[in-house]
């Protein structure tokens, strides 16, 4: 049985509470908060014995084997270093950290604490986003052409109100992409299996009173030679299915969170999955996020933690939409289409 202790019991917590509390080899045994009372109440509704109010405190605890770090953006980094050095595997919400470097920083930590560390991207659990990695992989839709997502959500002004460190960069790390859009981008770039060799990207702050971008558009180029296309926004009202669209010399597969948008082949048919699992959710607001998704991580994280493996959503691996995102940041900021390493 893994123990587990929860650090920031905000609204996501609630989600690896579950997720914990659903698993046979998973324990919740403490919740952490800088306001007590929600640690708390996180603690009392999931069966918590112990609460903290410092992390670093919690961290000393010889009762707990993993943490799930569900802080904001910006301080994910130094919470899993300093999980990594009291030798406690972490899984952590996205994005991992907001910067790249932020990122190389905590697998430094890995390394020199080889602690196990999942990172939190649900998406990739989805029967469809499996299935269409697999075509594609396996050349049935032959070269690919076009590979674009959709993730165009709804956040009023009132979301970033209800913060001090929503929409900021120091905190958030950015604004539609970053936080609502990173699932996207990750999974995209995950389906398609190939690096994005350079991007030209328009970022803005078109409705909301924030320092960071609510609407922005990227053209992307695969190293493979196919073209892509993300659009992401939190100002989209009420919310429209986040949608994925691969389109490859022998067919397309297009889908989203209300299920087959296309699944065609010029020659054959596709094979997809019997059933499409349940919907990740979360375009109209984070309260219709899937919990299915952190409850297979979870127990993915354990299994490592038994088998000594990697775990399924590593740090080299969380890096990528982070480093996607701060490039199209940049092709916005400097106006020119940017480069971006194949190495």
């Known amino acids: 049985m893994i123990r587990f202790g929860i650090i920031g019991c905000g609204s996501i917590s609630s989600a690896h509470a579950k997720a914990i509390t659903g698993s046979e080899k998973a324990k919740l045994v403490a919740a952490c908060d800088i306001i007590e009372e929600k640690a708390q109440k996180l603690a009392e509704e999931y069966g918590a014995e112990k609460v903290y109010v410092d992390y670093m405190e919690m961290l000393k605890d010889p009762d707990i084997d993993a943490v799930s770090v569900c802080t904001t953006s ?39 604490h ?33 590979a674009s997502a959709y993730l ?8 970033y109100d209800s913060a001090d460190w929503r929409g900021t960069w120091e905190l958030d790390g950015g604004g539609a992409l ?22 030209y990207a328009k970022a803005g702050t078109l409705a909301r009173n924030i ?11 695969w190293e ?37 948008y296309t699944w065609e082949g010029v020659d054959e048919e596709l094979p997809k999955p019997q059933e499409a699992g349940e919907s990740i959710g979360g375009s109209s607001g984070a309260q219709n996020i899937s919990l299915s998704g952190h409850r297979i991580l979870i127990d993915d994280l354990v299994d490592a933690i038994e088998n000594d493996r990697e775990p399924m959503i590593p740090v080299s691996e969380g890096r990528k939409a982070v480093e996607l995102i701060n490039a199209i940041y ?8 940017v480069s971006l390493s194949v190495d």
């Open 211 to 221: 320092p960071v971008e609510d609407t922005a558009v990227a053209i992307l180029q």
């Open 114 to 146: 080889p602690v196990k560390m999942q990172c939190v991207f649900q998406r990739r659990t989805m029967p469809l986003a499996i299935a269409a990695r697999k075509l594609i992989k396996e050349g049935r839709l032959g070269k690919v052409v076009m």
């Open 224 to 260: 493979g030679g196919g073209y892509g296309v993300i659009e992401g926004a939190t100002t989209v009202y009420p919310g429209l299915d986040t949608k994925f669209e691969i389109v490859g010399e022998k067919g397309t597969v297009s889908f989203g969170d209300k299920g087959i």
């Open 74 to 112: 910006g301080l994910h980094g130094e919470m899993c270093i300093e999980a990594a050095k009291a030798g406690k595997h972490i899984i952590c919400e996205k994005p991992i950290e907001v910067t790249v470097e932020k990122v190389n920083a905590i697998a430094d930590a890995l390394k020199a």
């Open 178 to 199: 970053m936080n609502q859009g990173i699932h996207g981008i990750d999974l995209l770039a995950w389906m398609v299996d190939q690096k994005v060799t350079s991007i």
């Open 152 to 159: 165009k959500y709804y956040r009023a002004q009132s979301y």
């Open 330 to 337: 940049r092709s916005s900021r400097e106006k020119k289409e």
